[in-house]
């Protein structure tokens, strides 16, 4: 199992990688991404919960519901609560229930439904000032924000692997960085394979998430290869054994980092309304793959570069030595 995921395993992820990505971006430009819509559409009800309705608020929302019903109109999220001030953020006894439809949904059921719950209202609560208001929003903040976010973890992933650069040497931070270039197209490419829906730069989204997360548990294992070649037996390993020596002491520390943030992102996920369920539940996978790339694609492209290094340094320490000899054989002969 050692070898295969440290060392001999290396063409085997690759294979991987490239099979996924490859098919990944075939499919993106004859498919591209299965998007969902961004637009939201709601239908706001506001009525003094105190005063008026204050025993008769399940009878409003029956009521809500059979004028939705009438027009056709099927919400898909359904959330009260009261009112809050805008300046003292403190509650103002007003109620609300927020109805979320989706982007498809006929306006004119909606304003037809919203004009029947007014008079209905007004009707069964003659002394109760009943509030309905039907918006239609775009959300092109919500696309701005996702590009705004894929940025910053895009910078987030690159200022990580500067400081792997610096606190674990020059061999670790190349493997960070190929493990997050393969992580940001292998994140891009499972999302136009399995057709899950995203919104709009949502892969990009996914694919910073995979870096920054890649670097995370990278760093779990470059600081066990680093506490461990303090060891002075650890030196005269050769570069697969030191690998692997070091990434089977820091498996469950990785782990252990992956597993809050998988329960955090189902949790969220499951208790969130439509529109996040969808994001929290797809940050599953990006989280898979960079798990899947600390653990068995980077031990394996490692082997290599810290080979090619440790004969780098093995030739120079040769060479200060000879060149020391050298010098103390010249200062020998001189007296």
Not at 76 to 104: H, M, P, W
Not at 246 to 251: D, G, L, P, Q
Not at 301 to 313: G, M, N, Q, Y
Request: hydrophobic share 50%.
């Amino acid at each position: 199992m050692s070898k295969l995921r440290f060392g001999k395993g290396l063409p085997i992820y690759a294979v991987i990688s490239a099979v996924v990505i490859i098919a990944g971006l075939i499919l993106c430009i004859l498919l591209n991404f299965n998007y969902a819509s961004a637009e939201e559409r709601t239908v706001e009800v506001s009525y003094d919960a105190v005063i008026t309705i204050a025993d008769k608020e399940k009878e409003l929302e029956d009521l809500c519901d059979a004028a939705f019903k009438e027009s056709g109109a099927d919400y898909s999220d359904k959330q009260t609560g009261l009112e809050l001030d805008s300046q003292s953020l403190g509650e103002t006894g007003v109620k609300l229930i927020v109805y979320r439809f989706s982007a498809g949904e006929s306006e004119n059921s909606l304003k037809n439904a919203a004009e029947a719950i007014r008079q209905r209202a007004k009707s069964a609560y003659p002394d109760a000032d009943v509030s309905v208001g039907v918006h239609l929003n775009t959300q092109s903040s919500f696309s701005e924000a996702l590009w705004r976010g894929a940025v910053a973890l895009a910078v987030a992933a690159i200022v990580a692997l500067v400081y792997v650069g610096i606190r674990y040497g020059v061999a670790c931070a190349l493997t960070g960085l190929v493990a997050v270039v393969n992580d940001t197209l292998f994140t891009i490419g499972l999302f136009a394979i399995v057709r899950l829906p995203v919104y709009a730069y949502a892969p990009l989204v996914f694919a910073g998430l995979a870096a920054v997360l890649s670097v995370m548990m990278w760093i779990v294992q470059c600081a066990a290869l680093k506490k461990n070649s303090k060891d002075p037996s650890f030196g005269t390993l050769s570069a697969g054994d030191a690998v692997t020596q070091s990434c089977a002491t820091s498996f469950k520390k990785v782990l252990l980092l992956a597993l809050p943030i998988a329960v955090a992102f189902a949790v969220l996920g499951i208790v969130a309304a439509a529109g996040t369920r969808l994001f929290f539940l797809s940050a599953l996978i990006p989280l898979a793959v960079s798990l899947y790339s600390s653990l068995l694609l980077a031990p394996a492209v490692l082997v290599p570069i810290k080979a090619r290094f440790d004969r780098f340094k093995a030739t120079r320490k040769r060479y200060s030595g000879k060149q020391k000899a050298s010098a103390e054989e010249k200062a020998a002969a001189e007296e």
